[in-house]
């Protein structure tokens, strides 16, 4: 092979690009018998396999010529009518044209960034935030900053002032990154004021906002409360949409919803990566909404993980040290775990999984490097038991942990 | 939105990404009476949807819980071993490491760009080349310089003066595209000697080959060739086959083979890409290649194009007009079609699409700008009787369009 081993091979961008920590720690723990808290993947138990089993015998039987043939790069047109609908974008006098199907949100993230981000433009992020996101915008060679949050999410006044800094610099930062909802991996929701200061704030700037919005229907209690982009009508929110928490992973479907000029880049853009998305998926997908059955999938789906975030939240009450703290999310799948700032959870991880459990550590989502003593929990995909057993075995890798520390060396 | 207008939002290369005009010509003539003989799409004749539709009834009554949802970025182990073996990559000493599974082969293109090529690098194609693949190229901002062909492929020493002019500039190229059997457009198969002088010539000069496989298995006659993949056993080729040609293209799946190391960052690249490709997917196609079913469909295939590909040639020699000269493929899906140098298939698209016919116009394909007097025709698509229909109108619009040309403005 060409000159590989001086690296001369492979572009800038790509020498950069590592395999996650993660993905290998996920992959011992996959071929054993650990309790895993760590995977976001959704339990199997919501996946309606029975009706898109009879929905796929229908596509098939009436239509296969349409659902095994190449197809627009833009997406179903039903499919994003009903989405248009379904998302209400009427409101924002949307239309299909401000909507594009994608392979899994993790494509709309490459693509969003692919068409905003130069090598050295600044990204702003969540402290902690999604990892994999995080890799889409590095692997442009995008400059990450996070901004702190508390409970309401990112803390505006420190916001505020990076952006005063970033410009003072004369560098440009293109686009704010956000989970609004149940934040990825810290359960935090944005308040409703600190969303309409977020997009005062944008203007200001002249950036972007992306919002990613995956859980945003798996809400367990509380009272919703509007997207960022729904409070937007100047064009200054990218949205991303996906089926992977609502419907199931194995489709690849997601969407991305913003201002026509972003949208009819992404396209263009998308043409060049993928073509287009699986026609057969996107069929399948519009048949189980067009049939009605998707609210009710969400609603049986958000019980099923109210029962599971409960659980664990009793579990930690019971089981964890005094010195621990945790988020207590009203939706999507995570638990925020901070423990003392002398515990580094990415050095205990080894001893969890010699004690069959696992868990994320934080400092992955972290864009400073910081979140030592932090990690996230994930309560959709393990039973109600294994959660429970779970945390029972962390509580006591912690206790374990902690004291060795305290013990020094010796002990 | 901010400052879209002049143009400060996008990155540097959306910016120079564009819509191509065949797409929105395609889009026209999807919606009208014209028989197209330009999309390369497949047939849905040879879609086997009765055995697609038995294979998801099996997998989603026993299998959803893995079936729906995510899996590994490199793709179902079992597809990937079917593959190896299939393919019979054994003789190379590459197992199922050296195999990723893509969301089609655009996908393929898309992370081998993204692998390996920065801003400026130089991509060698063959003149002309498939436009989807230059595309790809230049969304990462390769400088493509094209090398003419004869009947064997591409000039090996107009190929070898380039990469010395090119070393002697102090520039580099990174690899070199080729689609090696029956080539998409001109439909030319690379000859053995050719193959091999390719990869003595690449190892010279340290670069890639990307060899780019579609049509491989569609051969109507003659003996089938070595891929370039095959004869090399250092590393020097990629390889990109795809089940769009030989089974459908609505599942998105395709792969791409190499060195471990290049098929490992491709991975990493993958993830941060889209996750995955659909498991559904890919668990539909290894059912039918399990259940061996692919390569009788592939025999039946091969038929129905022959078939084709044979009243297009004969309507050629019946209705074209004495100046014009056109390939005779030994398989895939086109004929290109050489016209007069005075004609310019450009402009006569819109006669063209007035008559009720279309075709892509060759331009499109050549990385330098030139054959404006070829075009693509296809086969694939149209039936035995809109192709010799097709042939007939297209006969008569290159001879009111020439008569025009040769009568002045004022005929």
């Known amino acids: 092979m060409p000159s590989v081993k001086n ?6 961008l790509a020498q950069q690009s590592k395999a996650s920590s993660i993905r290998e720690i996920l992959k011992i723990i996959q071929s054993s018998d650990v309790i895993s808290l760590a995977g976001g993947m959704p339990d199997p138990v919501t996946f309606p396999a029975e009706e898109i089993k009879e929905i796929c015998i229908k596509i098939l039987a009436n239509n296969s010529s349409l659902a095994l043939q190449y197809s627009s790069t833009e997406g179903l047109l ?5 989405l248009a609908q379904w998302l209400e974008m009427d ?6 044209d401000n909507i594009i199907i994608t392979s899994g949100s993790q494509q709309g993230l490459d693509l969003v960034s692919k068409a905003l981000l130069d090598p050295g433009d600044i990204v702003i992020v969540e402290l902690p935030s999604y990892l994999a996101a995080l890799n889409a915008f590095r692997s442009y060679g995008a400059e990450i900053i996070g901004i702190p949050m508390d409970e309401d999410g990112m803390i505006m006044e420190i916001f505020e002032d990076k952006l005063a800094t970033i ?3 004369s560098k440009k930062a293109k686009f704010v990154y956000t989970i609004s909802n149940f934040q990825n991996p810290a359960g935090v929701t944005i308040s409703l004021s600190r969303r309409k200061k977020l997009l005062e704030i944008v203007k200001n700037y002249n950036l972007i906002i992306v919002e990613d919005n995956p859980y945003d229907k798996i809400r367990f209690e509380g009272t919703p409360l509007p997207s960022i982009f729904s409070l937007d009508h100047e064009g200054y929110v990218i949205n991303l949409g996906t089926f992977s928490k609502i419907l199931c992973p194995g489709l690849r479907l997601a969407w991305v919803s913003g201002h026509q000029e972003i949208i009819e880049k992404i396209v263009i853009l998308k043409q060049a990566t993928d073509l287009c998305t699986s ?3 996107q069929l399948i997908a519009y048949e189980y909404c067009n049939e009605g059955l998707i609210d009710k999938n969400i609603e049986s789906n958000v019980l099923i993980y109210k029962k599971k975030r409960d659980v664990m939240l009793e579990s930690l009450e019971k089981y ?3 010195e621990a703290s945790w988020t207590k999310p009203e939706g999507g799948f995570f638990v925020f775990v901070t423990l003392p700032e002398y515990l580094d959870t990415d050095t205990m991880l080894y001893e969890a999984i010699k004690e069959k459990v696992a868990y994320v550590s934080g400092s992955s989502f972290y864009a400073n490097g910081k979140g030592k003593n ?4 994930s309560f959709c995909y393990p039973s109600l038991e294994d959660i429970e057993e779970g945390i029972k075995r962390l509580a006591r890798v912690i206790t374990n942990y902690s004291s060795s520390l305290k013990g020094g060396n010796g002990s």
Chains 1, 2 share one sequence.
């Open 320 to 322: 964890f040290p005094a």
């Open 374 to 377: 932090t990690m996230r929990l």
């Open 78 to 82: 039903k499919l994003r009518e009903f």
């Open 167 to 169: 410009k003072s610099k």
């Open 91 to 96: 409101v924002k006098k949307f239309t299909t």
């Open 279 to 281: 026609i057969l998926n």
């Open 7 to 12: 690296e001369q091979l492979f572009s800038k």
